[in-house]
């Protein structure tokens, strides 16, 4: 059986998100670390990013950070990473993240982590991947997506196999429990043709 070593968090980079959405994101910073999984991210500090990030790392993890050149006029980079890649733009970081990453972790977020994850559920429907692809839906947060893909399902323009490019975790041990026990042996991965 081949194991998850890598972990792909997309989540939200806003300094006024709901705080209640910390603790959450801390805690699977913190386990992922634990689990000896290194946690690949977007590279920022502030947000649940930064969060994610740190918890990760004072729990003695690994941590890769993937910007791209024009987020650094926006937001600040995460200078105590493990490594901290500065891409040229966000194609680059998000193909560079699905390479580096077994899997990917979608807590809360905005248009951003929206973007994101839209991208890689397609790429996995498309056969580029068939890497695990876990919404965390802490707190609810994720209902309204996963409404609108029942929604896009039902008027026929999402297929059955098309909804299945992702479960539902609603807490943190049930997202680390998805991790820990999946097979990646037989996953194909096509990363080369993004």
């Known amino acids: 059986m081949s194991r998850i070593t890598s972990v792909c968090v997309y989540c939200g980079s806003s300094s006024v998100s709901d705080p209640r959405f910390d603790a959450p994101t801390i805690e699977l910073g913190q386990e992922l670390a634990k689990a000896g999984m290194t946690t690949v991210y977007g590279g920022g500090s502030p947000g649940l990013m930064g969060k994610v990030a740190d918890a990760a790392l004072s729990a003695g993890g690994k941590v890769v950070g993937i910007i791209p050149e024009h987020i650094l006029k926006l937001e600040i980079r995460h200078n105590q990473l493990t490594e901290l890649h500065v891409v040229p733009s966000?194609?680059?970081?998000?193909?560079?993240?699905a390479e580096r990453a077994d899997a990917f972790v979608v807590l809360p977020g905005g248009?951003?982590?929206?973007?994101?994850?839209?991208?890689?559920?397609?790429?996995?429907?498309?056969?580029?991947?068939?890497?695990?692809?876990?919404m965390a839906n802490i707190m609810n947060y994720w209902d309204p997506f996963i409404a609108l893909s029942d929604h896009m399902l039902k008027s026929g323009f999402m297929r059955e196999e098309h909804r299945s490019t992702f479960v539902e975790a609603r807490?943190?041990?049930?997202?680390?429990?998805?991790?820990?026990?999946?097979?990646?042996s037989s996953e194909k991965v096509q990363i080369d043709k993004f």
């Open 171 to 184: 807490s943190i041990a049930e997202v680390m429990q998805i991790l820990t026990t999946t097979d990646t």
């Open 111 to 134: 248009l951003g982590t929206l973007d994101e994850t839209f991208e890689i559920l397609t790429w996995k429907y498309l056969g580029l991947h068939n890497k695990p692809v876990i």
């Open 90 to 97: 966000m194609h680059v970081r998000k193909q560079m993240m």
